[in-house]
């Protein structure tokens, strides 16, 4: 509770200090030569909430953010899959890994936003260019978590339960993948904000409908208030998917000791 109460402290400095800031008068300008200058260029928060009320009372915003919203979910779950997959695959072959890792290194160097138009072209504007896109961002980052959690294992362990008699799908099912899911999920939380990128970049190079089409429609109009609108509510969103990851990862690692508990002797 306490830890709450700090947070929202903290949000409510940060709020009151931009609203200090920008709204004209209050403090006589030492940056800009004209007191609605910091306004124009950094919004106002009164003017900032109020777009975004009124995007969520007319109803403007649904249509909008529900499409942004199934890019988003897209990009996460195949690109969290399809790295999930490859990771174990390669992780437990040496062989295709030896093969495999001067491709993966290339592709993962590889600046993967340009891909953006790139995908445009393949997949034409509508979700799946943005949703290809998301998957590129996600994928690399759960692939090597997943990839580095499998090799870490002890070898010790995994020849303890050799001799045992351990196939190697008990050997998967309980160890490589228990060992995994710590990596897996500090992974997942990263790939939230990445699957978002990948969304919202696409909406920026072509679409007509998201929350990244209103961001920019708005900078064309230099309409900076609503701007911020957008990412506010891009935010809230990547913080509620990012709230689900953690309460997933709660449920099925219940093995792990809370967050500030010691191990008492």
């Known amino acids: 509770m306490k830890l709450r109460i700090a947070q929202l402290l903290v949000l409510g400095l940060l709020v009151l200090f931009w609203y200090v800031m920008t709204k004209p008068g209050l403090v006589p300008p030492f940056y800009f030569d004209k007191a609605n200058r910091a306004a124009f260029f950094f919004g106002e928060p ?33 690109g969290a899959a399809s790295g999930l997959g490859i990771g174990l695959w390669l992780a437990l072959s040496p062989t295709a890994s030896a093969i ?54 002890s070898p010790n362990l995994i020849a303890n339960a050799r001799m045992l008699g351990a196939s190697q799908r008990q050997l998967l099912r309980s160890i490589y993948l228990p060992s995994a ?13 990445l699957a978002f990128v990948g969304a ?34 891009l935010t809230a969103c990547a913080l509620l998917l990012d709230s689900l990851v953690g309460t997933v990862e709660r449920r099925l690692m219940t093995w792990q000791p809370k967050a500030g508990q010691t191990e008492k002797v």
């Open 200 to 233: 919202v970049v696409g909406e920026y190079l072509g679409s007509s409908m998201g929350v990244g089409y209103l961001i920019l429609q708005a900078e064309g109009t230099f309409d900076i208030n609503t701007v911020f609108a957008g990412i506010l509510v």
């Open 100 to 153: 495999m890792d001067p491709y993966i290194k290339g592709f993962n160097s590889m600046p993967r936003v340009v891909l953006a138009p790139i995908f445009a072209v393949w997949f034409g504007l509508g979700i799946w260019s943005k949703v290809a896109l998301g998957v590129t961002l996600v994928f690399f980052v759960v692939f090597f978590n997943v990839y580095q959690g499998v090799r870490e294992v």
């Open 46 to 78: 009164q003017k900032v909430f109020w777009v975004v009320f009124d995007w969520f009372a007319s109803g403007e915003i649904f249509p909008h953010l529900g499409i942004t919203l199934l890019e988003t979910a897209l990009g996460f779950t195949i």
């Open 181 to 193: 899911m710590s990596w897996v999920f500090a992974s997942l939380h990263n790939a939230v904000g």
